[in-house]
């Protein structure tokens, strides 16, 4: 893809996240636009909240995440660097937030188990993923408080 764009003269632009066919080549996709311009009745929950945020409360012509302007290579930085390898030697105390109704909520279970102590996991009651960008009736501001004042001596 980088050749394809230094052959180009331009930027392709790319989605967020790679798919890929049957056999493991990635698919480009056909539309320069992250979401549809109307949800189908059924979508999922996870495309719910994304498409409420980033077309609906936090739009703007140019976020790479409402208006798909990634660039094609991106993605693959995130399989080229195992973000979790080294988890378990992190020192500090860490403290993970998560939503109860949030899609990436086992990922950070899963990180705060491999992680030592000190830690501290808080799970949002009722929250998604997008709520913990801007709802500030959502975000647990006192348990940060809390936790800096604990922690940043």
């Given at each position: 893809m980088r050749w394809k764009e230094v052959?180009?003269?331009k930027q392709i632009?790319?989605?967020?996240?790679?798919?890929f066919d049957e056999n493991d080549n990635p698919i480009t996709p056909s539309t320069t636009?992250?979401?549809p311009d109307k949800l189908p009745e059924d979508a999922n929950p996870v495309l719910v909240d994304f498409y409420n945020y980033y077309v609906?409360?936090?739009f703007h012509p140019c976020s790479?995440?409402?208006?798909?302007i990634w660039d094609a290579t991106t993605p693959w930085s995130y399989?080229?660097?195992?973000?979790?390898?080294?988890?378990?030697?992190?020192?500090?105390p860490k403290l993970i937030v998560t939503g109860e109704k949030a899609h990436s909520r086992?990922?950070?279970?899963?990180?705060?188990?491999r992680l030592t102590d000190p830690k501290e996991l808080i799970v949002v009651p009722g929250a998604t993923h997008c709520d913990l960008y801007d709802q500030m009736d959502k975000i647990p501001f006192?348990?940060?408080?809390?936790?800096?004042?604990?922690n940043l001596k």
């Open positions: 052959d180009e003269g632009g790319g989605p967020h996240e790679l798919a636009k992250s979401f609906k409360r936090a790479i995440n409402s208006a798909m399989y080229n660097f195992p973000l979790q390898q080294n988890i378990e030697k992190i020192t500090a086992y990922m950070a279970e899963a990180a705060y188990e006192d348990k940060f408080e809390e936790f800096f004042k604990e």
